[in-house]
């Protein structure tokens, strides 16, 4: 029998409903002949009594300062109740045994960067021999363990980071070559655009790893591009269903799209991020420039703070942040002097801020923080190679009054940086420009 | 009193440290690849043009209406105060000239560049890749004329003669093997 990993989502395993559903389904599958392998998140979101949020919210009532470590180990309760709960509930539901697991005993070995740790290695003999003796195996989610070695203890619990329970269920599709990963959740597949903001959007029967992982990325909140990447490096189909719809099919994530008007204009759907931040730098001396951008990039990475849109004139330096961390970001950058030491020539001392404690010698940068910002982004597999895009991007923006403040692309996106208020307009204008509303199903293959 | 940056972030493990936790020899790839800069590669064969504009760029349609109708597919797209920046295949320059020329533009090109295009999975969980490159180039001595960015890579604007320093410079700075340099320029 070929192995079937279902991984239930947090909203698929919150009430005796959802729970009943997916163990339903998990039996239906090993009826139908597969080898199911039951991958689950936490029960529910935050104030849930269970949901992983509300696990971390006691210690936070105690105090900031938790040990990664132990609050690890505190986060993976959550999978591991959820785990027992649905190892129960599928052996009472179909009479087929079980097994639940916890991600360290189905084999999932991480290194020890706690709370993001990545997986190292799988052992999936625990799983496989469950598996040959005719049970259903139901994993925990998002964890797994160091080796015994380290930490000096019989392995130390870690958790995978966002998005973890995507991950396990891709890593074990992969270490068990599964038939396909199925990921359940609320929605009915991958859709063309956040269905909050345009009412068309439509579930796309068809996707590519490369698309997904951009759409994930860009904000879309969809399958982990993590879960993704594991996908297809290892060339596992993945897909995604809504536990409780009837509609089977899902959105499928494959590595070659489908040969359909899908395609036509090389766009597959629209993204839009959270609220980020602009920021810009202008330094009066250009020769000074490059080391006082080094300089800043170095001094927001030591913050732990990532930039993007980075664009540089011989006097500027921009970029964007998340707004969630705008305060840590000017918080390194603003009120700082920054020695710069050109070879041959003397030392030149630069203030960034308010003129207010700058020493007397020291030349002022000027640090422009400007109003909120959204990301929006047509995604499609290998678009920055189709003419026209940025044309007709431009168009649908410009054309509802919708000023462009930044522009960046990758391989398979193009992406504008646009006022946070307009953001649900300039998704409807670009869902509308690139007619993604118009795909007639019956010609989108799989 | 002068602020100190922070430490940097905590948790990550280096090329070493992450194959001997996997248990693995040096350059061999655990189950999920280690964190930070993977490969690099160039694109040469494009022209960077200037097009001023009294203040931040509008009527971007304006400019690349026209250009997409001449099949002439632009690149690297930048918004600057006074100026729109952006590339295009150095074969499609002079069409790409004359359609703007035509509408009144007047470009200001820089012609034989590169992209220089620094792969990083994950890229934007690990605060630092930017910093980094800028700064390899910088001790290289390669301008840098232009960036762009994604969540899984870096593309540095740069003139084609810089290349191999470029690429030399950043294998070196991300410890990527020796073969990695060799032969980076690839056409897309």
Redesign the interface.
């Known amino acids: 029998m070929k192995p079937l990993i279902m991984k239930f989502g947090g909203t698929s395993v919150q009430a005796p409903e959802q729970r009943r559903r997916a163990a339903e389904r998990a039996v239906q599958a090993k009826a139908d002949g597969f080898a199911p392998v039951v991958v689950v998140s936490a029960m529910g979101r935050k104030g849930e009594p269970y949901a992983t949020d509300t696990l971390v919210g006691l210690l936070d009532q105690i105090g900031p300062r938790v040990q990664p470590r132990e609050k690890d180990l505190l986060m993976a309760c959550g999978e591991i109740i959820s785990t027992v709960i649905m190892a129960h509930l599928i052996q009472t539901v179909g009479a087929y045994p079980t097994v639940a697991l916890t991600g360290g005993q189905a084999g999932l070995l991480t290194d020890r960067a706690f709370g993001k740790a990545r997986i190292l290695a799988i052992d999936p003999a625990r799983v496989e021999r469950a598996l040959t003796e005719g049970k259903i195996p139901v994993v925990a989610g998002f964890q797994g363990t160091t080796r015994s070695a380290d930490e000096r203890e019989h392995g130390a619990v870690t958790t995978l980071g966002r998005g973890g329970s995507d991950t396990t269920a891709s890593a074990l599709g992969a270490a068990l070559h599964a038939a396909e990963v199925q990921i359940f959740s609320d929605v009915p597949g991958i859709m063309t655009a956040d269905p909050s903001i345009v009412p068309q959007a439509r579930t796309l029967r068809a996707i590519t790893y490369q698309e997904i992982c951009e759409m994930a990325h860009l904000g879309a909140r969809v399958l982990h591009p993590r879960s993704a990447e594991i996908a297809m490096d290892y060339g596992i189909p993945l897909r995604v269903l809504d536990t409780m719809g009837t509609d089977d099919r899902g959105t499928l994530i494959v590595r070659e799209p489908p040969r359909s008007r899908e395609r036509e204009h090389g766009v597959t759907a629209v993204a839009n991020s959270e609220v980020v931040a602009p920021l810009s730098l202008t330094v009066g001396q250009a020769a000074d420039k490059p080391y006082i951008e080094r300089e800043t990039l170095i001094r927001l990475a030591h913050a732990g703070v990532s930039v993007y849109f980075v664009s540089a004139t011989p006097q500027t330096l921009s970029f964007v942040v998340d707004k969630e961390v705008l305060e840590t970001a000017r918080d390194a950058l603003q009120d700082v002097h920054i020695h710069v030491q050109r070879p041959g020539r003397a030392t030149a001392e630069y203030f960034v801020g308010p003129e207010g404690s700058r020493r007397p010698d020291a030349k002022l940068i000027s640090l422009w923080i400007g109003s909120d910002c959204v990301v929006v982004s047509v995604i499609g597999r290998g678009l920055r190679h189709v003419p026209g895009v940025m044309a007709r991007m431009a168009e649908a923006l410009e054309g509802a009054g919708i000023e462009i403040l930044q522009v960046a692309g990758s391989s398979n996106a193009l992406s504008c940086l646009v006022p946070a208020e307009r953001r649900d307009e300039a998704v409807i204008r670009l869902h509308d420009k690139f007619h993604l509303h118009l795909v007639d199903e019956d010609q989108v293959a799989v | 009193m002068?602020?100190r940056?922070?430490?940097?972030?905590e948790?990550?493990?280096g090329p070493d440290?992450?194959w001997a936790?996997?248990?693995l020899r040096r350059g061999e790839m655990?189950?999920?690849p280690?964190?930070g800069v993977t490969r690099i590669e160039a694109r040469p064969g494009l022209d960077h043009f200037v097009l001023p504009t009294p203040g931040?760029p509008?009527?971007?349609?304006r400019v690349?209406?026209p250009?997409?109708d001449a099949?002439?597919?632009?690149?690297?797209?930048?918004?600057?105060?006074n100026g729109l920046h952006f590339a295009l295949s150095s074969s499609e320059a002079p069409r790409a000239q004359q359609v703007l020329a035509g509408l009144g533009y007047q470009l200001q090109p820089t012609p034989n560049c590169a992209i220089i295009t620094v792969y990083a999975?994950?890229?934007?969980?690990?605060?630092?890749i930017?910093?980094r490159i800028?700064?390899a180039l910088?001790h290289a001595g390669v301008a840098?004329l232009?960036?762009?960015?994604?969540?899984?890579?870096?593309f540095c604007l740069i003139e084609c003669d810089q290349t191999r320093a470029a690429c030399a410079a950043l294998a070196s700075e991300f410890g990527l093997e020796a073969e990695a340099t060799e032969g980076p320029i690839v056409e897309?």
Not at chain 2, 5 to 9: I, K, T
Not at chain 2, 121 to 128: E, Q, T, V
Not at chain 2, 146 to 154: A, H, I
């Open positions: 002068e602020k940056p922070a430490a940097p972030s948790g990550w493990l440290e992450y936790a996997a248990g655990g189950f999920e280690p964190r931040p509008k009527d971007l349609a690349f209406r250009l997409t099949g002439v597919s632009v690149d690297l797209v930048k918004l600057h105060e999975p994950d890229m934007r969980s690990i605060p630092g930017m910093g800028v700064s910088q840098i232009e960036t762009d960015d994604s969540y899984n890579c870096v897309w």
